[in-house]
């Protein structure tokens, strides 16, 4: 028999790690709720179309999509990432304005492997369409913060930026552009490679030697048109008045062309820098008309939760929940009546869980033991004869009074589990 395993770049993610998994989906969801945004739902592959976009972007999202052709020769491709779904989900439904959306979707990317960098990853993310609004670029980014907060993340930080927009970007890019070829010697390989491509990338180097060239580079902040200083001048106002913390930083670009003005990171300081980054967005008034619709502006963020959980490891945050049933029903008699009490328990909201396979009273002791519940119900022969059902403190506390077992009767057993838990 073959051995099968998990295809490389990819991970199961098993109880008890999952429970964390469901924790922090659910910490999003609550925030997200909070502020007004729903579910979106879209397909895990899209025409190819969707995810290819103009300029620079095109090669690097070319060369890690996970695309191919279907049986009715249809070029598709499986999501590297969840905003161009959400906007071609907007265009072709053109729902009111301002759409707010939030989702959990796995990302596909042919990366090379490794740690914290995988082929399926996981995001949680949202966006807001229809607004140009500076406020909505607050009320943005204040989530995504707020969120890492609420997962117990001290040490992320909030990185800001303003990519400008299309009246002032392209003379930033061509004054970038000078300055870089003059200097062009003295990059790393790569860099110049990027050059080509896009300038603006090249601030994106994480390489040593690119550093210095890079730190005395002509900042997009300082060429913003009015307008966007304005709207820039507007977000930080509005971080600084519900407080929320921020550094500027001004070598903060994104990957793909579409993004405007207002651009955004988080970096968790509890990781390795290569691998730091536990979330970011953006303006992207760009999009929506790119992929069809008339011109609308929009902002949004997406978090990869492997990511988030690596940092919370890091930071010793977000503790797995405890999933261990309350009580442990233990059945001598044959499993029926197991099935009846676990079924009553459950129904009134007690987690519950049993032993199966007919095993032995010691057998079914030592799972309930194992299991961590807090109560055992044992019903032996004894007990079904009398009508009853032996009540059994598993912590070392006495069920009531002195006694750590104690016979109730069969029909008000399930009142009395509620009334000892309580
Ligand atoms: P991006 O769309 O590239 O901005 O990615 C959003 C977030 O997803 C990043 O900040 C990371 O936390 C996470 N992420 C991106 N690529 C990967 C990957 N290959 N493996 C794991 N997480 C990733």
Same mark, same amino acid.
């Given at each position: 028999?073959?051995?099968?395993?998990?295809?490389?770049?990819?991970?199961?993610?098993?109880?008890?790690?999952?429970?964390?998994?469901?924790?922090?989906?659910?910490?999003?969801?609550?925030?997200?709720?909070?502020?007004?945004?729903?579910?979106?739902?879209?397909?895990?592959?899209?025409?190819?179309?969707?995810?290819?976009?103009?300029?620079?972007?095109?090669?690097?999202?070319?060369?890690?999509?996970?695309?191919?052709?279907?049986?009715?020769?249809?070029?598709?491709?499986?999501?590297?990432?969840?905003?161009?779904?959400?906007?071609?989900?907007?265009?072709?439904?053109?729902?009111?304005?301002?759409?707010?959306?939030?989702?959990?979707?796995?990302?596909?990317?042919?990366?090379?492997?490794?740690?914290?960098?995988?082929?399926?990853?996981?995001?949680?993310?949202?966006?807001?369409?229809?607004?140009?609004?500076?406020?909505?670029?607050?009320?943005?980014?204040?989530?995504?913060?707020?969120?890492?907060?609420?997962?117990?993340?001290?040490?992320?930080?909030?990185?800001?930026?303003?990519?400008?927009?299309?009246?002032?970007?392209?003379?930033?890019?061509?004054?970038?552009?000078?300055?870089?070829?003059? %200097?062009?010697?003295?990059?790393?390989?790569?860099?110049?490679?990027?050059?080509?491509?896009?300038?603006?990338?090249?601030?994106?180097?994480?390489?040593?030697?690119?550093?210095?060239?890079?730190?005395?580079?002509?900042?997009?902040?300082?060429?913003?048109?009015?307008?966007?200083?304005?709207?820039?001048?507007?977000?930080?106002?509005?971080?600084?008045?519900?407080?929320?913390?921020?550094?500027?930083?001004?070598?903060?670009?994104?990957?793909?062309?579409?993004?405007?003005?207002?651009?955004?990171?988080?970096?968790?300081?509890?990781?390795?820098?290569?691998?730091?980054?536990?979330?970011?967005?953006?303006?992207?008034?760009?999009?929506?008309?790119?992929?069809?619709?008339?011109?609308?502006?929009?902002?949004?963020?997406?978090?990869?939760?492997?990511?988030?959980?690596?940092?919370?490891?890091?930071?010793?945050?977000?503790?797995?929940?405890?999933?261990?049933?309350?009580?442990?029903?233990?059945?001598?008699?044959?499993?029926?009546?197991?099935?009846?009490?676990?079924?009553?328990?459950?129904?009134?909201?007690?987690?519950?869980?049993?032993?199966?396979?007919? %095993?032995?009273?010691?057998?079914?002791?030592?799972?309930?033991?194992?299991?961590?519940?807090?109560?055992?119900?044992?019903?032996?022969?004894?007990?079904?004869?009398?009508?009853?059902?032996?009540?059994?403190?598993? %912590?070392?506390?006495?069920?009531?009074?002195?006694?750590?077992?104690?016979?109730?009767?069969?029909?008000?057993?399930?009142?009395?589990?509620?009334?000892?838990?309580?």
């Amino acid at each position: 028999m073959p051995e099968f395993r998990a295809p490389v770049g990819t991970r199961d993610v098993l109880p008890p790690e999952s429970a964390r998994w469901a924790a922090l989906v659910g910490a999003f969801e609550r925030r997200a709720r909070l502020a007004g945004y729903g579910l979106v739902v879209s397909p895990m592959f899209e025409d190819v179309g969707v995810f290819e976009r103009v300029g620079e972007s095109t090669e690097i999202v070319r060369k890690e999509m996970y695309d191919f052709r279907d049986k009715g020769d249809r070029h598709v491709a499986l999501r590297p990432e969840g905003t161009a779904s959400v906007v071609r989900a907007f265009v072709q439904h053109h729902p009111v304005t301002p759409f707010k959306a939030w989702y959990v979707a796995p990302s596909f990317r042919y990366e090379r492997p490794q740690a914290g960098r995988y082929r399926q990853h996981h995001q949680v993310g949202l966006e807001a369409i229809g607004s140009a609004d500076p406020d909505l670029d607050v009320e943005v980014v204040a989530l995504s913060w707020g969120f890492c907060q609420d997962l117990g993340l001290g040490s992320v930080e909030l990185l800001l930026n303003s990519l400008g927009d299309a009246a002032c970007r392209p003379r930033y890019l061509a004054e970038l552009r000078r300055y870089l070829e003059a %200097r062009r010697s003295v990059l790393s390989e790569q860099s110049r490679a990027t050059l080509e491509a896009n300038p603006l990338r090249v601030l994106d180097s994480k390489r040593p030697d690119d550093r210095p060239v890079i730190d005395a580079a002509p900042r997009m902040l300082d060429s913003l048109c009015d307008e966007c200083t304005e709207h820039f001048d507007r977000v930080r106002a509005g971080l600084d008045r519900i407080g929320v913390p921020y550094e500027i930083d001004a070598r903060l670009v994104r990957g793909l062309d579409y993004y405007t003005r207002t651009t955004f990171e988080l970096a968790s300081g509890a990781l390795e820098a290569a691998q730091n980054a536990v979330g970011g967005g953006g303006r992207y008034d760009g999009l929506v008309a790119e992929l069809g619709g008339s011109p609308t502006p929009a902002i949004g963020f997406a978090m990869g939760i492997e990511r988030l959980l690596l940092a919370c490891d890091a930071e010793g945050a977000l503790a797995a929940p405890e999933a261990t049933a309350q009580v442990w029903v233990i059945d001598t008699t044959g499993g029926e009546e197991a099935t009846v009490l676990t079924t009553e328990l459950r129904a009134v909201g007690v987690s519950a869980d049993r032993s199966f396979d007919g %095993r032995s009273m010691k057998a079914q002791m030592k799972a309930a033991d194992r299991s961590g519940a807090q109560l055992a119900l044992i019903v032996g022969e004894e007990e079904r004869a009398a009508g009853a059902v032996s009540v059994r403190s598993l %912590r070392g506390q006495p069920v009531r009074g002195h006694a750590d077992q104690e016979r109730v009767p069969r029909v008000v057993v399930v009142e009395h589990v509620l009334r000892l838990l309580a």
